[in-house]
């Protein structure tokens, strides 16, 4: 998983070498023939996403030819009465399990699916991840919100709690992605229908500042004061859907957050300013946002906080090894894990934060949830 996640990062930085000798390895090594259970929603955001921009950055085929593979097994996940996909599938037989999952999992598959579709001519994949997306926006609650789990045979939602935060967050980002990408009206109007409630009742103003809390889906009232490290990635999307005003502020809130220890938690109680959960998995989300503010607003405050996050990652993070977890933000203990996710969109969006332009041109791909630039090349 880890060279699939982190190839076109190594193209992105010109480090040729190793992207070559990366490509080697997957296209003579990596077989997707194998009697295991994946978890769809994880294989297809790392896996399925990074064999398609490594395709699009690089040209190679048989990158191309390994994501259909990988997308003809992943099919039968969605073969709930609903439309809604399974958690794990086995990738040599095509039997599924887990039918409790969430948003985020039913709803983040349509920018993966879907390019693979235009790319194959094969119309089913993005349509049983659109179906997916649509079924899930359809169990939203009378104010208009999701909750945080669903069974898929039945439909019925097993938790009410509604966020931004795992679990929910990337069922947000596709809706507004896909209308980007694909051109895709019913995803705008869902998104159009979806934000105004987000700010209604999930938008918390305290001491001045705006966060984005916990509420219940049903009635709207708020349940809990927490936001995190999966919840700074909002700043971002509100950019990128034309909201600067508001991505701003939750931006400096989110700083707020990482400059509590020198480094963020995974969970903040922002009403007392308590970490809830003291752990740091290397996450990309604020670094992602701090990006597109600085795409959008040309303010070099955003490549200056860049800067400071960057400087406290390398010194709690770094080993002769490679970057490790942090047990607790306080302590800075480190743990033994280094998610593939740190190599495809921490470092990333480091790296072009401070890169020239050209680098990347920023208006003509979309990233996937896991940073895999895509391109419209349909």
């Known amino acids: ?79 709930s009465r609903t439309g809604l996909p399974y958690v794990y599938i086995n990738l040599r037989s095509g039997q599924t399990r887990d039918p409790v999952t969430n948003p985020a999992e039913t709803g983040t598959l349509l920018l993966e699916f879907g390019t693979l579709s235009k790319l194959t001519g094969r119309p089913v994949f993005y349509e049983k991840a659109k179906r997916a997306l649509v079924e899930t926006f359809k169990r939203r609650s009378p104010p208009g919100l999701v ?61 001045g500042e705006l966060w984005y809390g916990h509420a219940d889906m049903q009635t709207g009232k708020r349940t809990r004061t927490d936001f995190g490290a999966l919840d700074a990635f909002f700043p971002g999307l509100l950019a990128l859907s034309g909201d600067l005003k508001r991505a701003r502020r939750l931006q400096a809130s ?74 607790d933000v306080v302590s800075k203990q480190q743990v033994d894990e280094m998610e593939s996710f740190a190599l495809a969109e921490t470092f990333k969006y480091f790296y072009l934060l401070f890169a020239p332009p050209e680098t990347l041109q920023f208006d003509k791909v979309i990233f996937n949830t896991e940073a895999h630039p895509l391109k419209r090349t349909w």
């Open 254 to 327: 989110s700083f707020k957050m990482w400059n509590l220890y020198g480094i963020e938690p995974e969970t903040l109680d922002y009403k007392t300013m308590r970490v809830v959960a003291g752990s740091y998995h290397l996450r990309p989300e604020i670094v992602e946002s701090t990006y597109y503010l600085y795409h959008y607003t040309g303010d070099r405050e955003y490549r200056r906080m860049g800067e400071k996050m960057f400087d406290d990652f390398v010194k709690y993070c770094r080993t002769d090894s490679g970057y490790a977890a942090l047990a």
């Open 1 to 79: 998983m880890t060279p699939v996640d982190a190839l076109d990062t190594l193209v992105l930085m010109d480090l040729d070498v190793e992207a070559e000798r990366t490509r080697s390895l997957i296209v003579g090594n990596l077989s997707f023939d194998r009697d295991i259970y994946v978890k769809n929603f994880e294989i297809t955001i790392r896996l399925l996403g990074g064999l398609l921009s490594g395709y699009q950055l690089t040209g190679d085929k048989r990158l191309l030819k390994m994501a259909e593979d990988l997308g003809n097994r992943l099919l039968p996940v969605f073969n």
């Open 147 to 207: 909750g945080e789990s669903i069974n898929v045979e039945t439909g019925e939602w097993t938790n009410t709690d509604s966020h931004i935060s795992g679990g929910i967050d990337s069922y947000y980002e596709y809706l507004w992605k896909c209308w980007l990408l694909f051109g895709d009206k019913d995803c705008r109007a869902m998104w159009e229908a979806s934000i105004p409630v987000i700010n209604k009742y999930l938008a918390d103003e305290i001491r």
